[in-house]
């Protein structure tokens, strides 16, 4: 599914501009120092890397060609320190579970019509993203309904691990499968992000308050590996670029939703 994240971010943009419009005049006094503490729930999308999968095709014969969606999990803790910004710490949580099973015919010479042999292959690949990311972000309307835009750095930790099971009909087969990647993972990550805050009570617009954010985030990973090299030994011809690091796939698009709890100092 192809999601365009300009569009998602003029979609979010457009719903905080409608919800703020007719509070931005009723709220120009300072409340305070507001704190905010979140959850959220969400879908990524876009995870995996184009590389891994054009040599997957190519020289493994896989079949699945896209990481399947998976839910992320989050928190994060904020404070307006500045008239209209807010600055906290975020993290996020997801897992990929992907699995290929297919048969592949095997030709002593790429112009045999005919196999001579036949494998039963089966590939299990999983990756276990964490990131935790420290945020700056700016409010352009200070009250309950209001839109909001920022970015975070931080890092991301975490593991790969990738499986190859082959069974053939040729008892000489070079091609034997086995433990390709199984990484612990370290590395920066990055995050660009706008959303809204609905508050549950319209009429509220200085104490604590129940909010619903609705947002739209893209972290970036820097996870690398070279995730070919040990399979190479098992390839007549492996590209010389099997020996070097390429993006392992953990960068993706989030569209969640979640509940902000947010707390304003008492007036004395």
């Known amino acids: 599914m192809k999601i365009s994240v300009i569009s998602l971010f003029c979609i979010v943009a457009a719903i905080g501009y409608a919800t703020a419009k007719d509070t931005s005049e009723k709220n120009t006094e300072n409340t ?35 990481f399947p969606l998976v839910s992320a999990f989050g928190s994060a803790a904020k404070m307006e320190l500045l008239p209209n910004m807010r600055f906290g710490i975020g993290g996020e949580h997801f897992s990929v579970n992907f699995t290929d099973n297919y048969l592949q015919s095997v030709f002593l010479n790429p112009n045999d019509v005919a196999p001579y042999a036949s494998r039963e292959i089966s590939q299990q690949y999983s990756l276990t993203v964490s990131s935790v990311l420290l945020t700056a972000e700016y409010i352009p309307v200070v009250s309950p309904y209001r839109t909001y835009a920022g970015i975070g750095a931080g890092a991301a930790f975490g593991t790969a691990k990738w499986l190859e099971t082959a069974h053939s009909t040729d008892v000489h087969d070079k091609r034997v499968g086995g433990q390709y990647l199984n990484d612990n993972l370290l590395a920066p990550a990055a995050a660009l992000y706008a959303g809204v805050e609905l508050a549950f009570d319209r009429t509220k617009h200085n104490g604590d308050l129940i909010l619903l954010a609705i947002e739209v985030r893209y972290v970036a990973v820097g996870f690398s590996r070279p995730i070919f090299e040990k399979a190479a030994e098992q390839f007549a011809e492996p590209p010389p670029y099997w020996n070097e690091p390429m993006p392992i796939g953990a960068s993706g698009l989030t569209l969640q939703i979640g509940l902000v709890f947010q707390f304003v100092p008492r007036r004395k």
């Open 32 to 66: 305070g120092h507001r704190f905010a503490l979140s959850a959220y729930i969400g879908q990524k999308y876009g995870l995996g890397a184009s590389a891994f999968f054009d040599d997957y095709a190519t020289y493994f014969g896989g079949r699945n060609l896209s």
